[in-house]
């Protein structure tokens, strides 16, 4: 999922594709270079952003989506209102990815149903100018996983089919970098694939990893030099099985990615002969590990 921010004001690229045109030619740069899916959000969701209209979100995304719609591209809208979702699914957007799981517009799991389009929900604890005060967990992969799976009912019950829910854990959003939370819930992804919905990892460029890569003197490292940190990632997420990630600079994941279906296709292979090597040991008395 390659990344189109249609903002002034975005923490990853200041507003690099706030222009229409610049924004649709990077949505098709992306495809050429492996995006299966262009995510466009009209909505800053930064540490301390403030929201913007709906007037604002629906002017700068939907021009974008008929555009790269129009290439067919397929499209996801990154938005947290049921207005703007509606008004992309009808533009062609095919997915909705909503950052705050339908907390914040109430409206949003019945578009969703009534549209029939696949539903990513995010955890997500608030807004973006207070979400770090909420950054408090006792056990942040058993809370967040839970907080999701109550997420998932309630919009099961407003009617969204269950085989269009795509989980993510919402890396940065409302995650202390400082408390580890985030790499604790990188480490445990298979607590959220293991609930039996496809998973979505959005690590790119977030500050957790600007603070990992700090300079002695603790100086972060910008966010435009966090992408081979990325890749890191999107290797560990994709072998623990990721359904997909979310990233600024689709080529060098993308491979990082086929590595990690090659590696996957081959793990059935390795535990076949671990296990036939097991039993010889087993039929010729050896101890040996």
């Known amino acids: 999922m390659g990344v189109?921010?249609?903002?002034?004001?975005?923490?990853?690229?200041?507003?690099?594709?706030?222009?229409?045109?610049?924004?649709?030619?990077?949505g098709l740069d992306l495809v050429a270079e492996g995006a299966d899916i262009v995510d466009v959000g009209g909505e800053s969701t930064r540490p301390g952003a403030q929201r913007v209209s709906r007037d604002e979100e629906l002017r700068r995304v939907i021009p974008v989506i008929e555009a790269l719609v129009a290439e067919n591209v397929p499209v996801s809208v990154d938005t947290m209102r049921a207005e703007v979702a509606e008004e992309a699914i009808g533009a062609g957007a095919r997915?909705?990815?909503?950052?705050?799981?339908?907390?914040?517009?109430?409206?949003m799991p019945q578009v969703v149903a009534a549209t029939g389009v696949p539903y990513v929900v995010m955890h997500w604890r608030g807004h973006s100018h207070d979400m770090q005060t909420r950054a408090v967990y006792e056990d942040v992969v058993r809370e967040v996983r839970d907080e999701l799976r109550h997420r998932v009912d309630a919009v099961l019950d407003e009617g969204v089919d269950p085989s269009m829910i795509v989980l993510d854990p919402g890396l940065g959003f409302g995650k202390n970098p400082v408390a580890g939370h985030n790499w604790s819930l990188l480490a445990h992804l298979d607590a959220f694939t293991g609930l039996g919905f496809p998973v979505l990892v959005g690590a790119s460029r977030k500050n957790f990893l600007t603070r990992l890569l700090a300079e002695p003197d603790g100086t972060s490292r910008p966010f435009l030099?966090?992408?081979?940190?990325?890749?890191?990632?999107?290797?560990?997420?994709?072998?623990?099985?990721?359904?997909?990630?979310?990233?600024?600079?689709?080529?060098?994941?993308?491979?990082?990615?086929?590595?990690?279906?090659?590696i996957r296709a081959a793990r059935p292979l390795d535990e076949d002969a671990a296990e036939a090597a097991a039993d010889d040991r087993a039929d010729h008395g050896s101890h040996r590990p």
Do not use: M, Q
Not at 98 to 105: C, I, P, T, Y
């Open 4 to 26: 189109v921010n249609v903002t002034p004001d975005s923490f990853s690229d200041g507003g690099a594709w706030f222009d229409p045109e610049k924004a649709i030619r990077h």
């Open 95 to 107: 997915l909705v990815n909503d950052v705050s799981g339908g907390l914040a517009d109430p409206d």
């Open 225 to 262: 030099d966090c992408d081979d940190a990325t890749v890191a990632i999107t290797s560990l997420a994709a072998v623990a099985g990721a359904w997909c990630v979310r990233v600024h600079r689709v080529r060098p994941n993308a491979d990082a990615v086929r590595v990690a279906a090659a």
